[in-house]
Every structure is written in C-alpha cells, then in structure tokens.
C-alpha cells in the first residue's frame, strides 16, 4: 500500500445558505482543495452525505458534484454511515490512493439541513438509529444520547455542571474559526441555566446544525516530487469500526467500543499510542459523547472523561488540546459534512496555520467521526513528522 497525503483542503461557512444549493456547497469546497493543492483535476470523487433524499430531494452525489465541478467523465460516488458519513468519504478516498487505483482523489462531505423544516431533520437524524427497536418507541436521537447521559451521571457520580467546560472550550477556539457558526464566548453560568431539550441536555450541551462543506484532496506520497513547496501531510493511521445500531442491545451503554477498536486500529497504523498524539478533533455532538470519546480513545480512564475538562487539560496547552476550531458544539454540526471539517482541521493544525487557536509543535492530529450513537466511529491520524 502506498502512504498518502493530503495536499489540499477547502471549507465553506457553516450558516444558514439560503442562497446557495447542495451542489455549490459542496462545489465551493471541492474547487477550494483543488486550488489549495494547485491541481485542475482529480480522479475519484467521495462525497459523505446523510440527508440528501429526505432533506434535499436529491440522490446520485457523485455525479451530480463532479458534473457541477466540470470533472463529468470521473469515478464518483457517495457514502452514507450517518453522521460519520465525511470520515467514510476520506477512507475511501485514502483506501483508493493508497492501493495505487486511483492518483489523485478528492473527498467531500455535505450537508444542507436549514431549509426544511426542523422536525422533518429530527425524523432524518433519527434515521440513525434503530427504526424497529428505538424510533418506533418514540425516542429521538437527542433523547437516545440524553438516556446515555443519564446513565451516566447515575453511574459515576457526575453533575450536569460537570461538563461545561467541553462546551466553554470549543466556543473559545471557535473564536479564531472563520468557518465556524457561532462565535460567542459561553460562561459556566450560561451553562447551568441553558433550557433543557431532553433532560439532562441542554442547548449549551448540544451542537446546532447547519449548512456546510468541507474537502480534502489526496496523493500518493511518491507522486510529490512535481509539487514543490507543499506542507506535506500524511495520513499515518485510519481505523473504521462498527457496533449495534440500538444503544440497548450493547453489552456496555456507556463505552464506545468502535472508537476503542478504530483508534487501536490507527494508533496502530501509525506506530504510536495515545500519548503522543497533540490534539484530537472529536465528535462533540453532545458533551456526554465527548467524555465518552476521550475514555474510548485511551485519553481518560472510564467514567473520568469530565475531568480532563474540569483541570482544563483539554484546552490549548492542556493534556489533549481538543475541538481546537470550535467543534461539533461551536463550529457547527452539518451532520454529513463534520467529518471532512475535522480533517479540515487537522490539516490547519499540522501546517501551523491555525492562527490564534494554534498548537504549538503539533505533529499528529487525530480526528474521530462518530455515526448514530457510536454504531460507526471513523478514527484518522495525520502528521506532518518525516
């Protein structure tokens, strides 16, 4: 297998596009990498998407994506895995470079989720979970990740409270995120007062949606040699894992085993562990699954996720700097565009152009994508080290 790279990135605001289709969001940020990496032309096109029928009305993304970026004649599909459905995309993308079938390949991730109405999206989002088991009982997907919670606080002894500083934390990086949807500063009290949408989340624990798109383009690392002056970032590790759809029928409700066995995986690939690892882009949908990912991934032990947050140790210079742009929580959460954001922002990261919200001497990233309540997590690690 050859080793890859990724040698462009492009991003859209995530806001409410009115005036814009699927096609030109996703359009905008595929024809953005293309130019950030200084290539006309790409080979295969992956395109991550949950809503598009339901929300959208529209199947057949690849082809609709490569015709509107004029690259008609290309292989092009599109991946669904829930809302880790941009990660999906990036794996193809990579797993196609890197078994030398494909030279130049372009993942994509969108999502256009403002311009139907809300309960038409919470129908779609619940989608990810189990129709016969879950949905038919009445549950939404906010109320499935708010019984986890529960559980949770009832397990090991946590308060609500506890968790603010996750949220704190990615509104204050999203500050130095010119991408990202809200900028605002949020404080503990905010918090604590924040109105509850399924108890004990609250629209302070919760990320909003929105519209959005995020590419990456990808090369063999043997193929840069005509490229000069390119940062060159290599995809060191990419692990893919699956568990029950229904949270209920896990042996274990409160450990994500598929981010446990896709970070194993990476870290693997990549030939080192947790420890080395200088910040991790995680799948903040919920602040409940923040702590959850940072315990699965070998950051916290299990059930002290919210402490690494109450010590600050998932700030810039902390521990395990995470959600370094913003997150799910602030950055905004286009739910089949996220895990392209991420990687996105990995690449910012390893490049030091993040700004104000850089890490210093950042060598490897890791970016975690979680589809339903943890049935696909999606794990990559990037690093700019030789």
């Known amino acids: 297998m050859r080793e890859v790279a990724v040698i462009g990135i492009g991003q859209t ?7 814009k289709s699927l096609r030109e969001l996703a359009g905008d940020a595929v024809l953005k990498a293309m130019a950030n990496a200084g290539l006309d032309y790409f080979d295969g096109l992956y395109v991550g998407n949950m809503m598009s029928a339901s929300a959208n009305n529209q199947q057949q993304l690849g082809a609709y994506i490569a015709d509107w970026v004029g690259q008609k004649s290309k292989e092009a599909y599109r991946l669904e895995s829930a809302c880790s459905s ?6 193809a993308a990579l797993i196609a470079v890197a078994s030398g079938e494909i030279d130049v390949a372009v993942a994509v991730g969108v999502e256009k989720m403002t311009d139907s109405p809300s309960a038409e999206i919470t129908a779609s989002l619940a989608t990810a ?3 016969d088991w879950e949905v038919s009982q009445g549950v939404s997907f906010v109320a499935l990740n708010a019984l986890i919670m529960q559980r949770y606080l009832h397990e090991y002894g946590w308060k609500r409270s506890d968790f603010a500083n996750f949220s704190i934390n990615a509104h204050a990086n999203a500050m130095h995120n010119p991408y990202a949807r809200f900028h605002m500063l949020i404080t503990q009290k905010q918090f604590e007062e ?3 949408i399924c108890d004990p989340i609250t629209l302070l624990d919760a990320s909003p949606i929105g519209d959005g798109a995020a590419a990456a383009l ?3 690392v043997e193929k840069l040699a005509p490229l000069p002056n390119k940062s060159v970032i290599r995809v060191a590790g990419s692990g893919a894992a699956s568990d029950t759809i229904a949270v209920h029928a896990r042996k274990d409700p409160l450990w994500l085993t598929s981010a446990e066995r896709s970070s194993k995986d990476a870290y693997r690939q990549a030939s080192i562990d947790q420890y080395s690892i200088d910040f991790f882009e995680y799948h903040d949908a919920f602040t409940i699954m923040a702590a959850l990912s ?3 991934s070998g950051f916290a032990e299990r059930g002290q996720g919210p402490r690494l947050a109450l010590d600050n140790e998932i700030r810039k210079g902390g521990k395990i700097p995470v959600a370094t742009l913003g997150g799910l929580k602030a950055r905004g959460h286009p739910v089949g565009a996220t ?3 991420q990687i996105a922002e990995v690449v910012t990261q390893l490049r030091g152009q993040a700004g104000e919200a850089q890490i210093d001497g950042a060598r490897w990233g890791m970016a975690q994508n979680i589809g339903g309540s943890g049935s696909n997590i999606i794990t990559h690690i990037l690093t700019n080290a030789d």
């Open 339 to 341: 895990g392209m954001y």
């Open 129 to 131: 979970a189990d129709a």
């Open 194 to 196: 924040a109105g509850v």
């Open 86 to 91: 941009g990660a999906a995309a990036f794996r």
């Open 13 to 19: 605001e995530i806001s409410e596009h009115w005036d």
């Open 294 to 296: 940072l315990e699965a």
């Open 218 to 220: 990808l090369v063999p």
